[in-house]
């Protein structure tokens, strides 16, 4: 009788672990879809590129070098 309740301890214990598992990547897929969707327009990457040319224009002619 008592390895009967141990054993279904046991199971409810993996339905329970398996539940989280399974939610934890249900989660990260979502988060993941969503993480680049504001890439997606264009129109804030060119203006990132755009500030990224202009500050390592400055870095150029200021001579500071991080490497």
Same mark, same amino acid.
């Given at each position: &009788? /008592?390895?009967?309740v141990e054993e279904k301890d046991s199971n409810? &214990? @993996?339905?329970?672990l398996a539940g989280i598992m399974i939610l934890t990547v249900v989660g /990260?897929?979502?988060?993941?879809?969503? #993480?680049t969707e504001h890439l997606e327009s264009g $129109?804030?990457? $060119?203006?990132? %590129? %755009?500030?990224f040319e202009t500050? @390592? #224009?400055k870095r150029k002619a200021e001579k500071n070098?991080?490497?």
């Open positions: &009788m /008592v390895d009967q409810t &214990m @993996n339905k329970v /990260v897929v979502l988060l993941k879809s969503r #993480e $129109a804030s990457t $060119a203006s990132t %590129q %755009q500030a500050a @390592n #224009e070098d991080f490497y």
